[in-house]
């Protein structure tokens, strides 16, 4: 079992940054490929930055040079930069650990996913 906790969510105004964590615990002995997702209200979940088997980033077209996925593993703690927001970008982040590693390209597809986090909440104001 793996539990995933976030945190660094918050409120800022158009063009501001935020940094995300999540940060690990568990088994976390074994290989995961992590990512981050969001949900917005009365939108489907969206797969944004996640890493691949091979340890290199797959990003999603809406967050593509703005967002920056990374990874700290003597910390067991993963990363979201998230710089130039918009009020698009609103909605509750999540970070998730898939256990195959088989997610390669986009679109992400949260289903693949074994372990999720509660989430943390990001609100871009105009």
């Known amino acids: 079992q793996v539990r995933l906790v976030e945190s660094g969510g918050g409120s800022v105004q158009t063009g501001g940054s935020l940094k995300l964590s999540c940060e690990a615990s568990?088994?976390?002995?074994?290989?995961?490929?992590m990512g981050w997702f969001r949900h917005a209200p009365g939108k489907k979940r969206e797969g944004l930055a996640v890493?691949?088997?091979?340890?290199?980033?797959l990003y999603a077209d809406s967050v593509k040079g703005r967002f920056t996925i990374s990874k700290d593993n003597a910390k067991n703690t993963l990363y979201l930069q998230m710089n130039s927001l918009k009020p698009e970008d609103t909605a509750m982040y999540y970070c998730?650990?898939?256990?195959?590693?088989?997610?390669?390209?986009?679109?992400?597809?949260?289903?693949?996913?074994?372990?999720w986090g509660q989430g943390t909440q990001v609100t871009v104001s105009s």
């Open positions: 998730a650990a898939e256990i195959r590693c088989v997610v390669s390209a986009t679109p992400i597809s949260e289903y693949d996913y074994n372990y």
């Open positions: 890493e691949r088997r091979d340890g290199s980033p």
């Open positions: 568990g088994n976390t002995y074994r290989k995961f490929c």
